[in-house]
């Protein structure tokens, strides 16, 4: 178990405050940043990353989307779009899944 930085899994200072506000419990990432057990603090609330599982952009479901703050599966891959240059929608691409919980 370790103590992450915040910023390892969530990227911008949105997504940790919403994760404090019980809107964020989980981010796919391109690659492991994490293992099950370890933890973050943001603002003074901890956090425990209990699962972390590979998958692939066509695993994705309209309640990952939400579980990241996004409304549906749509607008997940319109703010990945404008997040990331040149970036295209493959489902066959590998991600990882890091949920996490409040302590």
């Known amino acids: 178990m370790a103590q992450l ?3 390892t899994l969530l ?7 919403q994760a404090v506000d019980g809107d964020v419990t989980q981010i ?4 492991r940043y994490a293992d099950e057990g370890d933890t973050f603090e943001v603002d003074g609330t901890t ?3 209990v699962d972390v599982t590979e998958r692939t952009l066509g ?3 309209d309640a990952d989307a939400r579980a990241e703050g996004a409304r549906d599966l ?4 319109q703010i990945l779009e404008r ?4 970036f295209e929608w493959d489902d066959d691409s590998d991600i990882v899944r ?3 919980e409040q302590r």
Do not use: I, L, S, W
């Not at 796919?28 to 690659?31: A, E, L």
């Open 83 to 86: 997040a990331h240059d040149n």
């Open 74 to 77: 749509d607008h997940y891959k």
């Open 59 to 61: 695993d994705m479901t």
């Open 28 to 31: 796919h990432r391109g690659q």
């Open 47 to 49: 956090f425990e990353v």
């Open 11 to 17: 990227p911008n200072d949105r997504m940790r405050q």
């Open 98 to 100: 890091h949920r996490f």
């Open 5 to 7: 930085d915040p910023g």
